[in-house]
């Protein structure tokens, strides 16, 4: 089948974020279908921009076999206006059907948010196709803007993403959620229950090498790997970090590994208060981000205590950690909790600093044995129910239901990696 990825924040593993879409789309290619992936040139990470040339509106390439379509929108720094500027750009020039010319017309049309007018361009687009159209919900917009960004729901920003993402549900032929548990949270914004697929988040093992001993350099190293913004609550896990370092606990590093519009806050803070068993680096391109989780002895997350964490959030991070082979130490409030699922650390209350904090000691003083074991329950987990083979079988099915397509004859179905 050919299939159409319309997702503004789509990466490469050449670049920071998220490659879920990379990674599927190349086991698809794989299994004889035809993907592209249609993404805005302006990496939101890191400023930068994907187009060689500076001058055209669009650009496609091809990266590791995957197809690309670039499309060009204005700058912005943080979440700023010119971001809301950037998500129209994008999507008025998605729509605007120039970078078509030449393609063939798909079989199914995918458009992922979190904003909802890039997918509101793919709809579009699947109408005038006439093919079935499948929007991934990648975060609950507007339930997040008004839960986590604090806006009132009659803000007109709000109300035009509620309209727009009712719109995309009613119309949708199916609807990909990251979180098991969030049917009813969707279900409050008109997505009808029969329409729900759960594909969530997962692993490219080609990406993650089966896992080896970490450093023995004396240092219990724990990071955290991701955004560094509101969503995920750093402040705790500074603050877990000063309890550490007031109670006398020696020889632990807490690493932050990534950016964000909280960062150069959270680098501030730590060096007023005199936070030493901290360390702050700068975001790898996923393809390199195997080294730094190998690197490591632990990982750490943290959920906000709140209703969108209890009720949407999906970790691509914490499928990495456990694909690490590296225990687990997890502040969550959710239902959907795979670290208590696969036994591979220790779940804790969620923005707790002291839970955080007594989780890293705990770890920090299990055996090396010890901690191969979690590391193992983990990696295991990953390979049965989160590898990007097991996750593309349910995309395949869900195309060739709502398509009437079969599957292709070629396709073949990846082989499991075991530790």
Not at 218 to 241: C, E, K, M, P, R
Not at 275 to 302: M, Q, W, Y
């Amino acid at each position: 089948m050919k299939i159409w990825i319309i997702h503004h924040y789509a990466n490469s593993p050449d670049s920071p974020g998220d490659a879920r879409h990379f990674s599927h789309a190349r086991e698809l290619i794989r299994r004889g279908h035809q993907v592209r992936i249609v993404a805005c040139s302006f990496q939101h990470l890191t400023g930068e921009d994907k187009q060689e040339a500076s001058n055209k509106k669009w650009e496609a390439n091809v990266h590791d076999g995957v197809p690309f379509t670039w499309i060009r929108a204005r700058s912005y720094s943080g979440d700023s206006f010119g971001r809301i500027f950037n998500m129209f750009e994008f999507s008025l020039r998605v729509l605007g059907r120039k970078w078509t010319v030449g393609l063939e017309r798909p079989d199914v049309i995918m458009g992922s948010t979190p904003h909802p007018f890039a997918a509101l361009a793919a709809e579009r687009l699947a109408t005038h196709y006439k093919v079935p159209f499948v929007v991934e919900v990648r975060d609950a917009w507007p339930y997040v803007l008004t839960e986590v960004g604090g806006h009132s729901k009659f803000h007109p920003f709000v109300q035009l993403v509620d309209k727009t993402t009712r719109f995309l549900y009613a119309h949708a032929s199916a609807i990909v959620m990251f979180s098991r548990h969030s049917t009813p949270l969707l279900a409050r914004y008109g997505a009808a229950p029969h329409k729900i697929v759960w594909i969530p988040h997962g692993v490219d093992l080609a990406m993650f090498p089966l896992p080896h001993t970490a450093p023995d350099d004396g240092i219990f190293t724990v990071s955290y790997i991701g955004a560094h913004n509101q969503w995920n609550s750093l402040d705790v896990v500074l603050d877990a970090a000063k309890a550490l370092q007031k109670s006398g606990t020696e020889k632990v590093l807490i690493r932050f590994v990534g950016d964000g519009n909280c960062k150069q806050s959270l680098i501030a803070r730590a060096k007023a208060e005199n936070i030493c068993n901290v360390r702050f680096d700068d975001p790898l391109p996923k393809k390199l981000i195997g080294t730094i989780l190998h690197e490591s002895d632990a990982f750490l997350i943290n959920n906000r205590k709140d209703e969108v964490s209890k009720n949407w959030m999906s970790f691509n991070k914490l499928y990495e950690y456990l694909a690490a082979g590296r225990p687990v130490i997890f502040g969550s409030c959710t239902e959907n909790d795979p670290v208590r699922e696969s036994g591979a650390g220790i779940s804790v209350a969620a923005d707790n600093s002291e839970a955080l904090a007594e989780g890293i000691r705990f770890m920090a003083n299990r055996t090396p044995a010890e901690l191969t074991r979690y590391g193992a329950l983990g990696r295991s987990y990953i390979e049965n129910y989160y590898s990007i083979t097991v996750l593309v079988d349910r995309f395949e099915e869900m195309i060739s239901k709502i398509t009437g397509q079969s599957l292709p004859a070629k396709s073949q179905k990846g082989d499991t990696v075991h530790v």
